[in-house]
């Protein structure tokens, strides 16, 4: 891709933590054919990391990147990509990224940097000194041991209070897989903090006086800015009220969009009453309470705001006032975050997981937070929560925890929902404090292989909605039938990917949904209603490949795939219709160089088929569909023995999910008997090198014939 005078800033800051030395590179030169975020990190891997590294291995790189649109006023903009070879991946780590919002990237392109390449290791605990062009590698040690907020609080100090530290607390340092940097308060990216710790790096902090240019037409870029806006819904894009109004012709209960006129923020002070126009561009921020969404009605007593990362008027992360949890558990009674993460605490008790309005379910979720966020450790989309309870409730750890430290364990604390447990347990993990605490810290894999547990008995088990490779599903066959199955096969971690989801949970009627299915991919087949699936079609894969390049596309551009993509919008006049070229019309004119969707959707292509020559490269093999691209077996079983493609299960069939990645292979243009791209499909996007590379280690399906 040529680049304009807009969009990048120019430059990637390279820092060796090994020899000291700082140096910087051209943007230009090498990156822009893949825009940013993974897109550079998958780069710098398939460049210089070679097979066979380890993720603690100071050969091991982490690629901080931001993208053409962080720092602009494209709503929704604060994403940061760090890409690595992911520890919690296995039996064999391989490619991955963390993904962490704030307004650490929007930082670090005022301070002049599109990325930020850390290679090598410190012989002692450093902390890196972002201040424009000036960048310095400092003394961590008086840091090291402490969590992220004092770490952040003398950073900020030391720097001054406009800087953002990115920074990781003692599960990082210990080296812990489930390990997590945190920016800006409560903005994570799991899996990586143990990466930072083994290259003794403490913390990133950035101060940017700069600023991102736009290239093209200034009026035509606040009237996109504006248009943007009209159609954005609340948090997941979703696009009708959960309540009923005069004001909009739809209502869905299971929207997002919780935001009802007369709701207050009941812990503010003074507490604001949510206005009473619920489609004013101004209000947005006001249609989003995830606290209320997740825990229940009774969170809007508790709720202060909002908060969010760079130029979103969504706010997803609500931030809670709870004084109970002060008296109780020695904690601040402030809190925030979104999401899974909001919910770290309560997942952990079987009593309590889902409960909505129950104040010992609110106070687990302050307590889980607190902790979390401080000591740096990771939920690995819930599924640690998952582990620790199959793990007690099946007898697993009286039978093999050594007796002495299954005593030491408050489980009668555990048994009555007590959050006070988790004042014992994160702490254990974080710090990997015996045997227990050691092999939580090291994710699900670690169960299976320390322990002798067989893979099977999670991957047959409903309960832990475990996937494959250590990781839980994400957003998959409850949510999207065959579509949702495909994008759970195709990464190396949870998928992460929201474009589908956000789609098909959008709130609209079917009948809407599939109008817009036709004009986007070509047929109101495209999708079902979830739970109501019908057999694979190529209109699904269509749609799978879209969702996931979307999701390449969005990380690559620094905007959040919470959101996006634009498909759907709130708005009747338009039938609902989103916008699906809005990514590829602010790119232009950021850039200045014109770009259609279907020309972006083709560097997203680029940049996904990337991470899958890199995930062929490091596992030594072509056959991706054996190998890699794998369903569990719960998949294919209903707890209460209803027929797979019926009406009221997520039940798939076999051979109709082996048809469904066919039309998938089809629709990628790989081989369908491997799942593997030729030769020639890595030429045709721009990827030779890599093709000419694997084939002559025979890893494309044609030479390994």
């Known amino acids: 891709m040529a680049v304009g005078s807009g969009g990048f800033v120019g430059k990637v800051l390279r820092v060796d933590l090994s020899t000291g030395k700082i140096t910087t590179e051209e943007t230009r030169e090498r990156y822009t ?10 780069r710098v891997l398939w460049d210089e990391v070679p097979a066979g590294t380890g993720p603690f291995d100071a050969a091991n790189k982490l690629v901080f990147a931001t993208g053409p649109l962080v720092g602009t006023s494209v709503p929704c903009n604060g994403r940061a990509t760090i890409t690595t070879l992911f520890p919690t991946c296995w039996p064999k780590p391989l490619v991955g990224s963390g993904h ?32 424009d062009a000036r960048v310095e590698i400092r003394d961590a040690r008086h840091l090291w041991g402490s969590g992220i907020r004092r770490a952040t609080l003398e950073i900020s100090q030391e720097m001054g209070p406009d800087c953002v530290v990115a920074a990781i607390g003692q599960a990082g340092e210990n080296l812990a897989p489930m390990g997590m940097v945190i920016n800006s308060v409560s903005h994570s990216a799991g899996g990586v903090g143990g990466i930072m710790g083994g290259k003794n790096l403490k913390a990133v902090a950035v101060q940017g006086s700069g600023a ?7 009026a035509a870029w606040e009237a996109l800015v504006k248009f943007h806006l009209s159609i954005m819904g609340a948090n997941n894009q979703h696009v009708v009220p959960s309540f009923p109004t005069p004001q909009a012709e739809y209502y869905n209960p299971a929207s997002r969009w919780v935001g009802q006129p007369g709701k207050h923020w009941g812990a503010a002070k003074p507490p604001v009453e ?44 609500t931030m809670l006032k709870m004084p109970s949890v002060t008296a109780k558990y020695g904690i601040p009674d402030m809190g925030q975050n979104t999401c899974v993460a909001l919910m770290f605490g309560r997942s952990f008790f079987k009593q309590l997981a889902g409960k909505k309005n129950s104040e010992a379910a609110m106070e687990a979720c302050m307590v889980g937070m607190h902790l979390a966020d401080d000591l740096g450790l990771w939920s690995n989309y819930g599924q640690l929560q998952r582990d620790l309870r199959k793990l007690y409730e099946g ?74 490779m250590g990781h839980a599903k994400h957003h998959a066959n409850e949510d999207d039938g065959q579509c949702g199955v495909i994008i759970n096969t195709q990464y190396n971690r949870d998928a992460q990917c929201h474009s589908h989801t956000n789609f098909v949970r ?40 879209w969702s996931l390049l979307r999701k390449e596309l969005h990380d690559a551009l620094g905007v959040c795939n919470w959101m996006g993509p634009w498909a759907a919008s709130p708005l009747r006049e338009r039938g609902y219709a989103g916008d699906d070229s809005l990514e590829s019309k602010f790119l232009s004119l950021a850039t200045g160089q014109a770009m259609d969707r279907e020309e972006l959707d083709r560097v997203a292509e680029r940049i996904f088929t990337l991470h899958r020559a890199l995930t062929i490269r490091d596992m030594g093999r072509v056959d991706m569909r054996a190998a890699h691209d794998i369903v569990p077996p719960w998949v294919f079983e209903d707890p209460n023995g209803a027929a797979a493609l019926t009406k009221g299960t997520i039940r798939m069939d076999p051979a109709d999910i082996a048809k469904a990645m066919d039309y998938y292979y089809e629709a990628m243009g790989w081989d369908k008997a491997t799942g593997a791209p030729s030769q020639a499909r890595y030429a045709a996007l721009g990827l030779a090198d890599v093709g000419e590379a694997l084939a002559a280690a025979k890893l494309t399906p044609e030479a390994a014939k």
């Open 33 to 42: 054919a893949l825009l940013g975020g993974a897109g550079i990190g998958y």
């Open 100 to 131: 962490m919002g704030g307004h650490f990237a929007a930082k670090l392109k005022y301070a002049g940097f599109d990325a930020l390449i850390v290679e090598g290791k410190a012989d002692k605990p450093v902390w890196l000194m972002i201040r």
């Open 212 to 218: 991102v240019r736009i290239a093209g037409d200034k």
């Open 274 to 317: 949510l206005p009473g126009d619920i489609h004013d561009p101004g209000s947005i921020a006001f249609r989003t309470n995830s606290a209320a969404y997740f825990l229940g009605d009774e969170a809007w007593k508790y709720t202060v705001r909002g908060n969010g990362c760079t130029a979103c008027p969504i706010r997803c992360h």
């Open 395 to 468: 007898g697993y750890l009286k039978a093999r925890l050594g007796s002495k430290e299954y005593a030491s364990i408050p489980w009668d604390k555990y048994e009555s929902a007590d959050p006070a447990f988790l004042l014992d347990l994160i702490p254990r993990v974080a710090n990997r404090q015996g045997e227990l605490g050691d092999v939580l810290s090291r994710g699900t894999g670690a169960i299976f292989d320390h322990w002798s547990i067989p893979e099977s008995e999670w991957a047959e088990d409903h309960s832990t909605t475990y996937w494959k």
């Open 506 to 545: 959008n709130g609209l009627p079917l009948e809407v949904q599939k109008k817009l299915a036709a004009a986007i991919w070509g047929s109101p087949d495209a999708l079902d209603a979830p739970g109501d699936y019908t057999p694979a079609n190529i209109h699904k894969a269509h749609r799978a490949k």
